[in-house]
T-cell receptor, first 114, second 112 residues
Framework: QQQVKQSPQSLIVQKGGISIINCAYENTAFDYFPWYQQFPGKGPALLIAIRPDVSEKKEGRFTISFNKSAKQFSLHIMDSQPGDSATYFCAASKHGTNAGKSTFGDGTTLTVKP | ETGVTQSPTHLIKTRGQQVTLRCSSQSGHNTVSWYQQALGQGPQFIFQYYREEENGRGNFPPRFSGLQFPNYSSELNVNALELDDSALYLC???????????FGPGTRLTVL
């Protein structure tokens, strides 16, 4: 049973455009939702994260939107740049002693064309 | 402050063999989690170590085992390797009550 579903699988965006990646989760016990960026040959790097007590979080060109009732969250990359081309993963984890035991989506490969 | 390091970078083994992968956690982090990332998929949680004991396990068989040492570094051991064990193995360190994890570059294991 896949607990975090991510879409689309791949995404092509023109430079300067907006990239949008969506995730849906099933387990209502999840209370931490990070997004990771992974370049080939590297481990995932934390990009931005949100907790369910807020509906939106923005850091620079990256924004997470969170809809608790729909159990969905999304990553928006504004003014997408070729350097943003990477694989993006959403994830979810629970609080307390379960912190750090993340469930990941299957990833979205983003290509930003110059 | 040093980041998470893993060794070796790449490894080739044959089916039935055993393998040990190593991870050094980021300075100050006391918790290490291991993940398996198959090609084209997201990382899957294997287990987590805190205070040298296993602190939670994902859906992986007992032939996947681990250790954590007093300096918080960790090992992942896989016995009786199967072809499907071919993957990128990622180590992530964090504080025990901290959700933010820092990943190492991974070890690429190929089982022939």
């Amino acid at each position: 049973q896949q607990q975090v579903k991510q879409s689309p699988q791949s995404l092509i965006v023109q430079k300067g455009g907006i990239s949008i990646i969506n995730c849906a989760y099933e387990n209502t016990a999840f209370d931490y939702f990070p997004w990771y960026q992974q370049f080939p040959g590297k481990g995932p790097a934390l990009l931005i994260a949100i907790r369910p007590d807020v509906s939106e979080k923005k850091e620079g060109r990256f924004t997470i939107s969170f809809n608790k009732s729909a159990k969905q969250f999304s990553l928006h990359i504004m003014d997408s740049q070729p350097g943003d081309s990477a694989t993006y993963f959403c994830a979810a984890s629970k609080h307390g002693t379960n912190a750090g035991k993340s469930t990941f989506g299957d990833g979205t490969t983003l290509t930003v064309k110059p | 402050e040093t980041g998470v390091t893993q060794s070796p970078t790449h490894l080739i083994k044959t089916r039935g063999q055993q393998v040990t992968l190593r991870c050094s956690s980021q300075s100050g982090h006391n918790t290490v989690s291991w993940y398996q990332q198959a090609l084209g998929q997201g990382p899957q949680f294997i287990f987590q170590y805190y205070r040298e004991e296993e602190n939670g396990r994902g859906n992986f068989p007992p032939r996947f085992s681990g250790l954590q040492f007093p300096n918080y570094s960790s090992e992942l051991n896989v016995n009786a390797l199967e072809l499907d064990d071919s993957a990128l193995y990622l180590c992530a360190s964090s504080l025990h009550d901290g959700r933010e994890q820092f990943f190492g570059p991974g070890t690429r294991l190929t089982v022939l």
